[in-house]
Nanobody, 124 residues
Framework: QVQLVESGGGLVQAGGSLRLSCSASGRTFSSYAMGWFRQAPGKEREFVAG????????YYADSVKGRFTISRDNAKNTMYLQMNSLKPEDTAVYSC?????????????????WGQGTQVTVSS
């Protein structure tokens, strides 16, 4: 069983930055494809960014390209989401997810394990 714990959320002004972290249990973190998703009130959960088992392949939703950067440190069993130039529409609960097999996917249903989520609120 994989356990994921997010941290780093908070309240920031528009144009500000936050770095989210996702710490994973287990000794095979490097074998997981990982992703970040977010869900705002009244909306479905949406894909934000994904990263391959190595750090060589990443994928971003169009809405965050150029502003967010996903990365991972396999030695620390940790994934990160650096969020710059934040906008009010980025306000949501952000969750990390682990995909035990296969490549990066945009569908939440392809992921096996989820963290509890961390709130990001961007004020205008």
């Amino acid at each position: 069983q994989v356990q994921l714990v997010e941290s780093g959320g908070g309240l920031v002004q528009a144009g500000g930055s936050l770095r989210l972290s996702c710490s994973a249990s287990g000794r095979t973190f490097s074998s997981y494809a990982m992703g970040w998703f977010r869900q705002a009130p009244g909306k479905e959960r949406e894909f934000v960014a994904g990263i391959s088992r190595s750090v060589s392949v990443t994928y971003y939703a169009d809405s965050v390209k150029g502003r967010f950067t996903i990365s991972r440190d396999n030695a620390k069993n940790t994934m990160y989401l650096q969020m710059n130039s934040l906008k009010p529409e980025d306000t949501a609960v952000y969750s990390c997810a682990a995909k035990l097999t296969g490549a990066i996917a945009r569908s939440q249903y392809e992921y096996n394990y989820w963290g509890q989520g961390t709130q990001v609120t961007v004020s205008s």
